[in-house]
């Protein structure tokens, strides 16, 4: 069966990693094939129908790899997971439950009843009321198929989790009342695996934030939390969520799903399934810091975004629902408390993420005013020399010149225009940035000189990415890239952006580089040919060949499939969109 050959894979890459097999000795990259082979294996178990088991499988590695107790860090991962088994095996509330008792804390009672255990107290605030009555699924006049999609589906959004004996009430296994959902520890115990990177054990969280989010969207082209915004304007978004400027096409997709699929999953059945990722997202920032404190905030903001979309029929900001607005109003809240933290302050990812709200709600000089004061606030430090530093200020100049350029194109204000010129020729000169005051003209000398130095430092990040293939140098190459390709639409059309753009995913090619990393490139740039051929409208032929480029790559993206029936819709000639 398919489960015996994930076991025996397992099984294999553990005994190569730990030296027991004595035969093979591991590779380079080893163990993120574990985390890619751990992360199929519950998209098999979900897609079979063991939901249970699949989230069984993310809690108990999470714990693993995340909450094991100090005083068996010395102890060989065998030892180890017969440890685990004890805490699996005592009915304690696991990671992403509500006041989960993790592994360490759990062990620390069990060694001093009398220790006092400190829970998360960010729990209550995230979670959801999930006590809601079921939904009757009897509708008349569907198919028996139908509603067996439509019983399945309630199912997974009310019974996902595993099903644990509450010894409080004297339960035993035996009163599961759905024996499915019970998950023993040898059921899992195969998959799991000790990462021996912080690196590796931050990946995991991140893969378990987009695997929950993604099955609460209910599309795949939501699946990887990409940044979510309109599809008429280029509004801030984050660098850290794989950015595309195409939200509505996704939205309607993902609408086009629960559709056909029915409204069930849409009850408040699903509020459980939420509920869960709240709270799990709530513990995990209690475990990282620094940088990946704000990556992770940015995937919950965004995360929260895309539901509140989804609630409402129209995804334009001056259209949004009365539970839409007190949901931003609550989300914003949120993000202002953890901006108060004085370590957190000048974080500029967490500053874009706030102004991606405020776009998000229509307050689109609000999201501008932001990140000018921390574009100002960044450069007059002067040109920062740390790699993550140099990542996070080329991704605010290109949000805050994406909004400028929405702007302009929305409203043909030239000075919106002008204002996105100076941003791009400050970020190549590597000067103060100033927001506040009358908006400064550009000399065309300064301008040449700003394209040269944008496109030697493109070339200089795309060489040193090629060198070390370092993750954040890769980060970099996709802002400083996107700056380089705005600046040439600016100043000499989309011929000379296209060039640029293709010129990055061509090196990028070359140097092995993730799909995921090409895809945001394409998405990028069909962002802005989109929108400039939305406002100005011209031969639909870049467009098109952009669309279909970006199709044969990636063709089951569900947003630019969207955006390329849309664009041939229009001439009313269905040739091209029914061709395979």
């Given at each position: ?209 987009e695997f929950f989010s993604g099955l609460r969207l209910l599309c795949n082209g939501l699946c990887q939390l990409k940044a979510l915004t309109n599809t008429d304007s280029l509004q801030p978004r984050s660098s850290v969520v794989y950015d595309s400027v195409l939200y509505g096409a996704a939205v309607q997709g993902a609408q086009c799903v629960t559709h056909h699929i029915g409204e069930s999953y849409k009850q408040p059945a699903s509020r459980r399934l939420t509920s869960f990722i709240r709270c799990a997202c709530s513990q995990i920032l209690d475990v990282v810091v620094g940088h990946e404190y704000a990556d992770v905030v940015v995937k919950v903001v965004d995360f929260e975004l895309s539901l509140l979309r989804l609630a409402g ?268």
């Amino acid at each position: 069966s398919v489960q015996s050959l994930y076991n025996k894979c397992f099984t294999t890459l553990t005994n190569i990693v730990d030296g027991t097999m004595k035969s093979h000795t591991p590779e380079e990259g080893t163990e993120n094939t574990v985390l890619d082979l751990f992360c199929s294996h519950c998209h098999f178990l979900w897609q079979a129908g063991h939901a249970e088991r699949a989230v069984a499988c993310f809690q108990a590695q999470i714990e693993f790899n995340w909450f094991c107790p100090a005083d068996f860090e010395s102890t060989p991962s065998s030892g180890q997971l017969a440890f685990l088994e004890t805490y699996w095996d005592s009915g304690a509330p696991q990671f992403g439950h509500l006041h989960a008792q993790h592994w360490n804390q759990w062990f620390a009672k069990q060694k001093d009843p009398g220790i006092s255990v400190s829970l998360s107290k960010s729990d209550e605030s995230l979670a959801v009321d999930d006590s809601s009555e079921d939904v009757d699924l009897a509708i008349p006049g569907i198919s028996t198929s139908h509603g067996w999609v439509l019983t399945e589906r309630h199912r997974e959004a009310t019974d996902f989790l595993p099903w644990h004996p509450d010894a409080t009430k004297g339960e035993t296994e035996d009163d599961c009342p759905d024996p499915d959902r019970l998950v023993f520890f040898d059921d899992i115990s195969s998959s799991l695996f000790k990462f021996s990177t912080p690196d590796l054990k931050y990946q995991l969280l991140i893969r378990f934030i987009e695997f929950f989010s993604g099955l609460r969207l209910l599309c795949n082209g939501l699946c990887q939390l990409k940044a979510l915004t309109n599809t008429d304007s280029l509004q801030p978004r984050s660098s850290v969520v794989y950015d595309s400027v195409l939200y509505g096409a996704a939205v309607q997709g993902a609408q086009c799903v629960t559709h056909h699929i029915g409204e069930s999953y849409k009850q408040p059945a699903s509020r459980r399934l939420t509920s869960f990722i709240r709270c799990a997202c709530s513990q995990i920032l209690d475990v990282v810091v620094g940088h990946e404190y704000a990556d992770v905030v940015v995937k919950v903001v965004d995360f929260e975004l895309s539901l509140l979309r989804l609630a409402g029929k129209s995804q334009h900001p001056k259209k949004l629902t009365k539970q839409q607005k007190d949901g931003l109003k609550m989300l914003k809240k949120w993000l202002k408390a953890i901006l108060k933290v004085p370590a957190n302050r000048n974080n500029l990812t967490l500053w874009v993420a706030y102004s991606y709200i405020e776009a998000s709600a229509g307050n689109y000089a609000e999201a501008s005013q932001v990140l000018g004061a921390a574009l100002e606030q960044a450069t007059a430090k002067g040109t920062p020399t740390d790699a993550v530093a140099k990542m996070e200020l080329a991704m605010v100049f290109r949000t805050y010149v994406e909004a400028e350029i929405s702007a302009f194109l929305e409203t043909g204000d030239h000075q919106r225009k002008q204002q996105s010129l100076v941003s791009l020729v400050v970020f190549a000169e590597g000067t103060t940035f100033h927001h506040r005051g009358q908006v400064s003209t550009v000399s065309s000398t300064r301008v040449v000189k700003a394209q040269r130095l944008c496109n030697e430092r493109m070339t200089s990040v795309l060489n040193q990415y090629t060198t070390s293939k370092e993750a954040v140098l890769l980060e970099t190459v996709i802002e400083v890239s996107t700056c380089c390709a705005l600046l040439q639409y600016l100043t000499k059309g989309t011929h000379e952006c296209l060039a640029t753009f293709r010129t990055a995913i061509e090196q990028l090619k070359l140097s092995d580089a993730s799909s995921l990393s090409i895809k945001r490139l394409h998405m990028a740039l069909i962002g802005v040919l989109w929108c400039d051929w939305k406002a100005h409208p011209s031969p639909q032929r870049i467009v098109r060949e952009v669309l279909l480029e970006a199709l044969q790559i990636f063709p089951d993206d569900i947003q630019v499939a969207t955006l390329y029936a849309e664009l041939e819709n229009r001439l009313h000639v269905v040739g091209r969109l029914r061709r395979p």
